[in-house]
């Protein structure tokens, strides 16, 4: 007889850990895209903090806030950009002002729909 199959607990199973605000959930679903993006296969329960979300999820939400009209296509390009640098951009520097102002816009408007998913405690 063989040996019983094991695999990994279903996502809805694992006690998950939500992130202390948007941007460190911002950051961390960036890094998850690129990873992916190179060619990375996560698999769930394999994190050493199993967060509440997939990586795509925070995607979809900013993409819910644009089509409601409350962040504009300069927010996720401001998003886009830094998050695949994984660091917000710098307000004191003069050339990333506006990229700082649109980016805590963005993710002052992440926040509320984040949290009511239990993204962002």
């Known amino acids: 007889m063989p040996p019983p199959r094991r695999s990994p607990p279903r996502y809805a199973q694992l006690e998950t850990v939500p992130f202390l605000s948007a941007e460190e959930a911002w950051i961390w679903g960036m890094q998850g895209l690129l990873a992916r993006q190179d060619g990375a296969r996560p698999v769930a329960g394999m994190a050493l903090y199993p967060r509440p979300c997939e990586p795509d999820d925070l995607v979809l939400v900013l993409?819910?806030?644009?089509?409601?009209?409350?962040?504009?296509?300069?927010?996720?390009?401001?998003?886009?950009?830094?998050?695949?640098?994984?660091?917000?951009?710098?307000?004191?520097?003069?050339?990333?002002?506006?990229?700082?102002?649109?980016?805590?816009?963005?993710?002052?408007?992440?926040?509320?729909?984040?949290?009511?998913?239990?993204?962002?405690?």
Do not use: N, Y
């Open 63 to 121: 993409q819910r806030l644009h089509r409601r009209g409350r962040v504009s296509s300069g927010h996720i390009r401001v998003m886009i950009d830094f998050g695949r640098q994984l660091t917000p951009p710098d307000e004191r520097c003069r050339e990333e002002e506006l990229a700082a102002r649109l980016w805590e816009e963005a993710l002052d408007q992440m926040l509320k729909p984040l949290k009511a998913k239990g993204i962002v405690q």
